[in-house]
């Protein structure tokens, strides 16, 4: 990932934090037939030091856990808050003119090795702790041990889990730390103004007053 300074964020444990409330990975492996992907809810646990471990489940029907090169890093792909950003958000524009369009967004790049298994009670516990923690915010949460168990064990032969550990996380807040601070106020309003994301509205804010 391309990654210049200001932008550049390494701390662990809001990395971490980041990719709990993303929740949704992209899994990239390099197989026979070249690179492959899939899009799977993903938990992170701080374990081993520095960057922790990537856990999560695929299909079995999915060839990726076949064909994934053992000796290759895998790659878990994290996309958070995102906006189109307008030029004519700028006061700077009417200064000089000289302003482009850009997209501020989040990104997280998480790299080592990825190791598949389908040991039914690992995968009991991956499901069941990816279940506890989407639901936990309902009133009324759904657990695994609601569903028949004969039915939770047909469920756990058809996928595969896997486990990456970390040995490389990458994090990118890209979010107009490059542009002087009345550009960045224009890009708060003019997000709050069009509803585009209030997520990123609020960072560029918070990543400003640190510029």
């Not at 200064?95 to 690992?122: C, S």
């Amino acid at each position: 990932m391309y990654l210049p300074a200001q932008f550049k964020e390494d701390r662990v444990e809001l990395l971490h934090e980041a990719i709990r409330r993303i929740a949704l990975g992209t899994l990239v492996t390099l197989g026979e037939d070249g690179l492959e992907a899939t899009h799977a809810p993903m938990l992170v646990d701080p374990a081993p030091s520095p960057f922790g471990t990537l856990v999560g489940h695929i299909a079995r029907a999915n060839p990726q856990w076949r064909t994934a090169r053992p000796e290759a890093s895998a790659l878990a792909i994290f996309i958070g808050p995102e906006a189109y950003i307008s030029p004519g958000w700028y006061p700077t524009k009417q200064q000089t003119g000289k302003v482009v369009p850009t997209w501020n967004y989040v990104a997280i790049h998480a790299a080592g090795r990825l190791r598949f298994f389908d040991d039914a009670e690992r995968l009991r516990a991956i499901v069941t702790r990816l279940t506890e923690t989407h639901e936990r915010s309902r009133a009324e949460p759904w657990q695994v041990t609601d569903a028949p168990p004969d039915y939770v064990d047909a469920m756990l032969k058809a996928i595969v889990g896997f486990e990456l550990t970390v040995e490389k996380l990458d994090g990118k807040w890209k979010m107009s730390q490059n542009r002087p601070a009345e550009d960045q106020a224009g890009v708060v309003a003019g997000l709050t103004r069009e509803g585009r994301s209030a997520e990123v509205a609020a960072i560029v804010a918070e990543r400003g007053k640190k510029s």
